[in-house]
């Protein structure tokens, strides 16, 4: 059963650099017939995607975030990672990240993780 | 880019059936076969119902169905139960770019 976990900081500093991992189990990351994604939460709001990479290292960002925003994948550790700059309160979320079967659905995710934005 | 529209809230009672619109343009659900529906209970990771607009996922009910109409796709979903209620949002492929709808209460009376 393919699991997916992020892990990383539950809080960060205004103007510092968010940084996640989301650790893949149970099938390999290197499969060409999947992106993996990230998609985050405000507390009470809806759903935002943030961006999706394949095992190439080939990406696509939210136009609103591509500014911000960096995936990496680390085939060798079956992860992949996100890194979202400049971060104000408007960032605190619940991160997910998820598996992207092509081209578009999400049909396993992380159990979130919460990221709190603050000094 | 905007977020796919999407009622704010919708409600039904037991064995009735209700339907979650979710409205964007040419450019998104209009342009691709490729919508997904999601649903999430509070504190828990969004569940895949349905994609590629009306397919659905091996041990999801059959009772959830998803359709098309030009830039408005839509989810039913009949038989209402009380384990239905929960937040609903849809998501469209768009190119390079994947909104979410802004998501649908659905409350079961």
């Known amino acids: 059963q393919l699991q997916l976990q992020e892990s990383g900081p539950g809080l960060v500093k205004p103007s510092e650099t968010l940084s996640l991992t989301c650790t893949v189990s149970g099938g390999s990351i290197s499969s060409s017939s999947y992106y993996w994604g990230w998609i985050r939460q405000p507390p009470g709001k809806g759903l935002e995607w943030i961006g999706s990479?394949?095992?190439?290292?080939?990406?696509y960002y939210n136009p609103s975030l591509k500014s911000r925003v960096t995936i990496s994948v680390d085939t060798s550790k079956n992860q992949f990672s996100l890194k979202l700059s400049s971060v104000t309160a408007a960032d605190t979320a619940v991160y997910y990240c998820?598996?992207?079967?092509?081209?578009?659905?999400?049909?396993?995710w992380g159990q979130g993780t919460l990221v709190t934005v603050s000094s | 880019q905007s977020a796919l529209t999407q009622p704010r809230s919708v409600s039904g009672s037991p064995g009735q059936s209700v339907t979650i619109s979710c409205t964007g343009t040419?450019?998104?659900?209009?342009?691709?076969?490729?919508v997904s529906w999601y649903q999430q209970h509070p504190g828990k990771a969004p569940k895949l119902m349905i994609y590629?607009?009306?397919k659905r996922p091996s041990g999801v009910p059959d009772r959830f169905s998803g359709s098309k109409s030009g830039n408005t796709a839509s989810l039913t979903i009949s038989g209402l139960q009380a384990e239905d209620e929960a937040d609903y949002y849809c998501?469209?492929?768009?190119?390079?770019?994947?909104?979410f709808g802004g998501g649908t209460k659905l409350t079961v009376l």
């Open positions: 998501c469209s492929y768009a190119g390079s770019y994947t909104p």
């Open positions: 040419s450019s998104d659900v209009g342009g691709y076969n490729y």
């Open positions: 590629d607009v009306s």
């Open positions: 990479i394949y095992y190439s290292g080939s990406t």
């Open positions: 998820a598996r992207q079967p092509q081209p578009l659905r999400y049909d396993y």
